[in-house]
């Protein structure tokens, strides 16, 4: 039996053990008896993190109003959207329902948040409501700034060779409609990123690995060219993957423009206008191109004054403290997932370590006490390299890297069974983590 069998037989093992060891994850640990609580909790955002955290309050607290605000009827497995972008999921896949994951006891209001006003304690609702809070948790993911773009509008997607992935299950569908036609004719494929934070920022990439992978399968790779176009200086924010990324890119004959940022398109003539750090204009033509707008926080975050004031100023992020994500001036409020104003963590995977410790430091507050509980940045990107391999990328907010399977998973290598943690064994644990149990 070779060392290779043996080691992703044992890494295999690992995955399987992951799938029914829920219990042992961070998050999941025997529960202390519930706290009373006559507490009136608001949280705004019934995305990943919104859910999760409801669902482990229902446990800890006794008597406790929790109300979830949220217009949304669908929840969107994201994690999922760049398999359904490249034609390996249906859409289906990454739809449930919002009201689905929720435990009783917790009211949900559908409808979108107007104003929060943080002195007198309540969320404004578009519907007219108003809700007051003792304490307030602010998770309502970010939003697309598709006007950013001159000459995109979403109703372009999947026509003229325009992909953008992010807007949905029905968007990443189109987008995989426009980009088989270009692994099916060939031609020139642009892949861009915008240069605002974004949620999930290996996604860029996995969408250029997929389709150059894509076009080696249909045996059309010589007719096509794939160029990754960005406004940073480098492919990813960890300095060890960047440099990998650069070596498989080059590996595979993926032309990278760097310090690029996509300005505008001109659908009809198919041409992509991008700007320098410098502020010189470039326009590139493409049979394909796939577009990322800039991300931002939803406006109310901004004009109830709860975004930051000298960072992140064009974003919007929450203000809060990188470890307790508490809000640095209103301490009864605490932010979550994509909207947080913290240095990494817009994925799926930080939404799993940082609800405990919201969690541990609102029911402690509600104590009177402090809690203990403190979030180091941890991100996770299972960074798909081709169809059925991947690197399982772990990392902090000092770019270290934090693998889970330590001599079972190499992180920097092209593995079958980190295509396996993509495909099998994240969408169960994330599952698991919106019923709080993960």
């Known amino acids: 039996m070779s060392e290779d ?85 249906p859409p289906e896949y990454v739809i449930s329902q919002t009201e689905d994951w929720l435990p009783r006891g917790v009211g ?23 809700l007051p809070y003792d304490f307030l948790v602010v998770a309502p993911g970010l939003v697309l700034d598709n006007a950013a773009i001159e000459g995109f509008s979403p109703d372009m997607v999947g026509e003229n060779g325009i992909g953008a992935l992010y807007g949905g299950p029905e968007d990443a569908a189109l987008t995989w409609a426009a980009a088989s ?33 894509r076009l080696r399968r249909a045996g059309n790779r010589t007719n096509a060219e794939v160029v990754y176009a960005a406004p940073q200086g480098a492919l990813f924010g960890v300095p060890i993957v960047a440099e990998r990324v650069r070596m498989l890119f080059g590996d595979r004959g993926i032309e990278t423009q760097m310090q ?23 326009e590139e033509d493409y049979d394909y191109i796939h577009i990322i707008p800039p991300q931002r926080a939803p406006a109310f975050v901004v004009e109830s004054g709860l975004a ?3 960072r992140w100023t064009d974003q919007g992020w929450v203000d809060c403290d990188q470890y307790t994500m508490r809000h640095n001036r209103y301490d009864n409020i605490w932010a979550l ?29 509600i104590q009177g006490q402090e809690g203990t509980r403190t ?24 770019n270290n890297l934090v693998p889970s399977f330590p001599g079972l998973i190499a992180p920097l290598e092209e593995l079958w069974i980190s295509w396996l943690m993509k495909e099998v064994a994240l969408k169960a644990t994330y599952n698991a983590m919106l019923r709080g149990q993960a």
């Open 308 to 310: 930051w004031a000298d």
């Open 181 to 213: 036609r270009f692994v099916e004719e060939g031609g020139r494929g642009l892949f861009t990123r915008p240069a605002t934070e974004m949620k999930c920022a290996g996604a860029p990439l996995k969408h250029t690995f997929l389709i150059d992978d």
């Open 375 to 398: 979030y180091h940045g941890y991100t996770s990107c299972p960074l798909i390299t081709r169809i059925g391999r991947a690197m399982l990328i772990e990392f902090d907010y000092d």
């Open 5 to 89: 069998f043996r080691t992703s037989r044992r890494a295999f093992l690992a995955l399987a053990a992951a799938g029914g060891a829920v219990a042992a994850l961070p998050g999941a640990e025997a529960r202390a008896q519930p706290v009373a609580t006559s507490a009136r909790i608001v949280i705004i955002g019934a995305g990943a993190a919104g859910t999760a955290l409801a669902n482990r309050l229902v446990e800890r607290l006794s008597g406790a109003e929790i109300t979830l605000v949220d217009p949304r009827v669908r929840h969107l497995y994201q994690p999922g959207l760049s398999l359904v972008a490249a034609g390996l999921k």
């Open 108 to 130: 949900l209001v559908q409808e979108a948040v107007a104003a929060v006003d943080p002195e007198a304690r309540t969320v404004s609702t578009e519907g007219g409501q108003t």
């Open 260 to 282: 690029r940022t996509l300005r505008s398109i001109d659908a009809g003539r198919k041409i992509a206008t991008f700007t320098d750090q410098d502020g010189f204009t470039y």
């Open 337 to 365: 997932g994509d909207v947080a104003g913290v240095p990494k963590g817009k994925t799926a995977a930080s939404v799993k370590w940082q609800v405990p410790v919201v969690e541990d430091r609102l029911v402690a507050a």
